[in-house]
């Protein structure tokens, strides 16, 4: 099995930072991309930072300047820091991992559980 495991979240005040971690581990071999995505309370998800196993990075407009994705070498570990927040950044995040088992498995997207950020004062 796959596993996704976010860190890093919690209270912080408009205009501060916060760093997020995601580490895939388990049973994953080659990991082609990995995401941060977000859901505030009455939204829907979305897609807030993506990088690839070549270093392309991409990002939502909102986020664009304040935000940077990074990955370590094995590019099974992502990192999402965060800065000059604001109250509408509030939201758990989600980290998503593509990647596949083995050298023969089906490429799928896996999730991990989240973790809550909160910005207010």
């Known amino acids: 099995q796959v596993q996704v495991v976010e860190s890093g979240g919690g209270l912080v005040r408009p205009g501060g930072s916060l760093r997020l971690s995601c580490v895939a581990s388990?049973?994953?071999?080659?990991?082609?991309?990995m995401s941060w995505w977000r859901q505030a309370p009455g939204k829907s998800r979305e897609l807030v930072a993506s990088?690839?196993?070549?270093?392309?990075?991409n990002y939502v407009d909102s986020v664009r300047g304040r935000f940077t994705v990074s990955r370590d070498n094995a590019e099974k570990t992502v990192h999402l820091q965060m800065n000059k927040l604001k109250p509408e950044d509030t939201a758990v995040y989600y980290c998503?991992?593509?990647?596949?088992?083995?050298?023969?498995?089906?490429?799928?997207?896996?999730w991990g559980q989240g973790t809550q950020v909160t910005v207010s004062s």
């Open positions: 998503n991992t593509y990647g596949r088992e083995g050298m023969n498995g089906r490429p799928s997207y896996y």
């Open positions: 388990g049973s994953i071999s080659d990991v082609y991309a």
């Open positions: 990088i690839t196993n070549t270093g392309s990075e």
